[in-house]
């Protein structure tokens, strides 16, 4: 019978084990954030232009911060998203 190390592995361990868990972690987190802000930008009817005007930012910058494979935008950028939106950004750390 063949043995699979990864069978009743937990798959963070996979992705640890192939040098991908961080960046895996931080596109999931990013993928979820832009899904947040357009889901809300959706409901109040808000377009990128108008988020783009009240964050006081670029239209090709927020284009930047929704783009889910962008994992860079600033604390302070997300920040403003929120605001913008009428929103707080909440980050925590979990065990």
């Known amino acids: 019978m063949m043995s699979n190390r990864h069978i009743g592995g937990d798959f963070d361990d996979f992705l640890a084990l192939n040098g991908i868990l961080e960046e895996?972690?931080?596109?999931?987190?990013?993928?979820v954030i832009a899904w947040q802000i357009q889901q809300e930008m959706k409901a109040q009817k808000i377009s990128k232009s108008k988020i783009a005007v009240l964050m006081g930012i670029s239209r090709s910058r927020l284009d930047s911060l929704l783009d889910e494979s962008d994992v860079s935008p600033t604390l302070k950028t997300l920040a403003s998203a929120a605001i913008a939106l009428g929103k707080k950004l909440h980050i925590e750390l979990a065990a």
């Open 24 to 31: 895996s972690t931080a596109i999931a987190m990013k993928r």
